[in-house]
């Protein structure tokens, strides 16, 4: 998959249409910066964007992908080749790793019937469930969510913006607290803890992994790994061989007296997951971990989550919209409309099969042709 090719692709067909950036960007409720992204090769556009897009410029997903229109008489046999362009380019050719049979593993986290109910909301407000609104303004964020994650697990969380996947994240995570439920992490029930209570919990039992790193700019890689650890109140001489045991694994060594502005954006968020994981936490919330990464540092993030649960036996749940990110995960539950409507299991697929499997469900979710998605599974 050629990501310049598409970026061209998709500035053709917007100026024939007669658009600005302003205007696509404005027309898909994005930014300028998005589209000239796009369109210079930067990065692709999010998993949520790409049928309305194809919308706007009138061609199929099949073209999107390959950066060209396609002439009907060859559309069956350049949908086959797209599909296969987009898996190999985006996963590689990785083989999923036994995992020994027979084990019972002890869940971490156990959600048990957990809802969200925010009330008056205010009219105009992005990314609210409108289907759940009622007279009075309230909203039905996340309902009547039940699932449980065992021990070592690297689970995923999908959805379209709106449908109540960082809402249960935040609920999970302490932020935020649930209208009713059960939220139980290790075997201890988190809904009714005191502020002061959650707080504490959150630094000895939760690492976060977000977006946008999360770093101190004043402090240095090093430093930034090492207050994790002192807030603990780890002592100072195990400090250090913890960080460049760990640095190593994740390939930081080399940037430990660097700055979070000196080094790429792929290396913060290796740095945040050596921050998260030295901790040893119950369990790792990433929160769209691969959003501001290209596809090579995505990639490398992704590999890092699967090294810390083959080598930690790390817990990690990453709420993703990007069937690549979500690719690399043993499960992955569907939401929509604050509800989880399907669960997929990778069992012993390797990730280009999963990957098609993952699109065939959000397909079926979603109940739309969506081109590409109907090719056979490589």
Not at 8 to 20: D, L, N, V, Y
Not at 86 to 109: A, F, P, R, Y
Not at 144 to 162: E, K, L, N
Not at 336 to 356: H, P, S, V, Y
Request: net charge negative; charged share 25%; with cysteine.
């Amino acid at each position: 998959m050629n990501q310049i090719k598409i970026g061209a692709f998709i500035s053709e067909r917007r100026k024939a249409k007669g658009w600005t950036q302003s205007q696509l960007a404005e027309k898909l409720e994005i930014t300028d910066k998005a589209v000239s992204k796009w369109e210079t090769g930067r990065s692709m556009p999010d998993l949520s964007l790409f049928l309305p897009l194809c919308t706007l410029l009138e061609v199929s997903l099949n073209e999107l992908f390959a950066g060209e229109c396609i002439a009907e008489e060859k559309l069956k046999e350049k949908a086959d080749e797209v599909l296969m362009n987009v898996i190999t380019n985006w996963l590689g050719h990785d083989k999923w790793e036994t995992k020994e049979s027979g084990t019972v593993l002890q869940n971490v986290l156990e959600v048990e019937n957990v809802s969200k109910l925010y009330e008056n909301i205010s009219t105009g407000h992005e990314n609210i469930l409108e289907q759940h609104k009622t007279e009075n303004n309230s909203v039905l964020a996340v309902n009547d969510v039940s699932f449980q994650i065992p021990h070592g697990s690297f689970v995923g969380i999908m959805g379209a913006s709106g449908s109540g996947k960082t809402t249960l994240l935040n609920l999970i995570a302490t932020i935020d607290k649930p209208t009713n439920g059960a939220v139980r992490i290790s075997g201890q029930n988190i809904v009714d803890m005191p502020d002061e209570a959650a707080a504490e919990f959150r630094r000895k039992h939760l690492g976060f992994v977000f977006q946008e790193y999360n770093l101190l700019e004043t402090l240095t890689i090093y430093e930034n790994i090492a207050l994790a650890l002192t807030i603990k109140e780890v002592s100072k001489e195990k400090i250090r061989p913890m960080i460049q045991n760990l640095s190593e694994k994740l390939d930081i060594s080399a940037i430990l007296d660097k700055f979070p502005y000196e080094v790429s954006g792929g290396q913060r968020q290796r740095c945040a997951c050596a921050r998260a994981i030295v901790v040893n936490p119950d369990i790792i919330l990433a929160d769209e971990p691969t959003g501001a990464l290209d596809s090579h540092a995505a990639r490398q993030l992704l590999d890092t989550f699967a090294m810390l649960c083959r080598e930690f036996s790390a817990t990690i749940l990453m709420v993703t919209h990007d069937v690549m990110a979500a690719s690399y995960c043993d499960r992955i539950l569907f939401m929509k409309d604050g509800e989880i409507k399907a669960a997929l299991n990778r069992e012993q697929e390797n990730k280009q099969t999963f990957f098609t499997d993952i699109l065939k469900q959000i397909e079926c979710i979603e109940g739309e042709n969506h081109d590409v998605l109907e090719a056979v599974n490589p």
